[in-house]
């Protein structure tokens, strides 16, 4: 079965610092991979996704994030941190077979900015 | 906009009673899934439904049943609420049999059981 951990359940940033959100997955076939946001009392927002191509992927508000096969990671990066980046971060897997496909998610990773 | 959309955003509900949550979806999507979050837990997948009347449990079903009878919406009912269940609870949908589409997920709805 597919996972994906995510190291750091806190991460702390100064406001224009850069961001890094560790994100490591295991999966037994070409795996594809998801970050999403949760801002405070909201639902998951898609940031960015990997299928298959080129391993850099854009996403929105400016975060971006790099398919590692050799290190089995997809860590999220963003070069300067604004205040409005303060949220919950989760890292997710597809696991696919059978009838259906469905996200498997990492713990999350809280991010706070401080100005 | 796509859009899923859960009834209630916060709940509170009595130890024993049933409680439902209802979601629907305006996307046309043949699955659709409840998760459960919790700090440190991240979301945990209680049951997903790959097409109307179908069900699978997820990872952590148990006290938990749903209900697929349009394509459009997906009820979580807890059929006699304890004090664990307290959570917020998400849905989301999705395509079927396309691994590399995204869930798209309604705003959660906080349960609170006392």
């Known amino acids: 079965a597919q996972s994906v951990t995510q190291l750091g359940s806190h991460v702390s940033v100064s406001e224009g610092a850069l961001v890094l959100l560790r994100c490591n997955y295991s999966s037994s076939v070409p795996p594809y991979l998801f970050w999403y946001v949760q801002y405070p009392n909201q639902g998951l927002q898609l940031l960015l996704k990997y299928t298959t191509g080129a391993t850099l992927v854009k996403g929105i508000n400016g975060f971006e994030a790099e398919f590692k096969k050799s290190e089995t990671s997809f860590h999220l990066t963003k070069p300067s941190a604004h205040m409005s980046d303060a949220a919950e971060y989760f890292c997710?897997?597809?696991?696919?077979?059978?009838?259906?496909?469905?996200?498997?998610f990492g713990t999350g990773t809280l991010l706070a900015v401080q100005p | 906009d796509v859009k899923v959309t859960q009834s209630s955003r916060y709940l509170v509900k009595r130890t024993g009673e049933k409680v439902f949550l209802e979601c629907v979806q305006d996307m046309d999507h043949e699955n659709m899934f409840w998760y459960r979050q919790d700090p440190g837990l991240g979301l945990r997948l209680i049951y997903f439904?790959?097409?109307?009347?179908?069900?699978e449990k997820g990872d952590i079903p148990e006290g938990y049943s749903v209900s697929r009878e349009k394509k459009e919406r997906f009820s979580l009912i807890l059929e006699s609420a304890s004090t664990n269940q307290t959570s917020m609870y998400l849905c989301?949908?999705?395509?079927?049999?396309?691994?590399?589409?995204?869930?798209?997920f309604g705003q959660g709805t906080r349960l609170t059981v006392v």
């Open positions: 439904s790959y097409d109307v009347k179908m069900k």
């Open positions: 989301a949908s999705s395509f079927r049999g396309q691994y590399h589409t995204e869930a798209f």
């Open positions: 997710a897997v597809s696991e696919g077979g059978g009838a259906t496909n469905k996200l498997i």
